[in-house]
T-cell receptor, first 117, second 114 residues
């Protein structure tokens, strides 16, 4: 099966610009997650979709970040306007819903490296 | 989420077993113990998970202490490809999708010497 794919792999933008990251989860995976690692810090949870609904968005840093998952398939994460501190690697992950979802592993993409200058 | 404690780094020789420890003294009865690893320039990769009993899969073994306050990830024969950061994570058990996310700590950087 194809893994989780993220696009683009790298993005360099100027402060104040807008960037949209895309994630295609594994087909059939209802759960989709966004995480990020900013420079020198640990990987942090951003939010969790179940199908098209936001289950948990407690990790979203502020209202400059907007995540969508229309139709419950791929997801986008838009940063508008981007700030310097948004630089880092943004990971997407997906998992099956096996009824007891805490038992189902997360499959991660290779991330999008975002650099804001 | 309950916290885990891991050594910052460990070294191993190629083709020797590696035991990666993790302490989780505040684990609750419904927390699962998950291990992920992150190779350079890649996203995290699932390794193994368990609740109470020891677990084996094609990648590794997970040994869980009887009181569940600690666990050990065992790589039976380390290869150069196993050099990565290994994360021990407690994941809430629950009856719905809440608490599904993983909380990453600093992990253990495993270096494998040829």
């Amino acid at each position: 099966e194809a893994g989780v794919t993220q696009f683009p792999s790298h993005s360099v933008i100027e402060k104040g610009q807008t960037v949209t990251l895309r994630c295609d989860p594994i087909s059939g995976h209802d759960n989709l997650y966004w995480y990020r690692r900013v420079m020198g810090k640990e990987i942090k949870f951003l939010l969790h979709f179940v199908k098209e609904s936001k289950q948990d968005e407690s990790g979203m840093p502020n209202n400059r970040f907007l995540a969508e998952r229309t139709g419950g398939t791929y997801s986008t994460l838009k940063v508008q306007p981007a700030e310097l501190e948004d630089s880092g690697v943004y990971f997407c992950a997906s998992s099956q819903d096996l009824g007891s979802s805490y038992n189902s592993p997360l499959h991660f993409g290779n991330g999008t490296r975002l650099t804001v200058t | 989420d309950a916290k885990t404690t891991q050594p910052n780094s460990m070294e191993s020789n190629e083709e020797e077993p590696v035991h990666l420890p993790c302490n989780h003294s505040t684990i609750s009865g419904t927390d699962y113990i998950h291990w992920y690893r992150q190779l350079p320039s890649q996203g995290p990769e699932y390794v193994i998970h368990g609740l109470t009993s020891n677990v084996n899969n094609r990648m590794a073994s997970l040994a869980i202490a009887e009181d569940r306050k600690s666990s050990t990830l065992i790589l039976h024969r380390a290869t150069l490809r196993d050099a990565a950061v290994y994360y021990c994570i407690l994941r809430e058990g629950g009856h719905n999708n809440a608490g599904n996310m993983l909380t990453f700590g600093g992990g253990t950087r495993l270096m494998v010497k040829p």
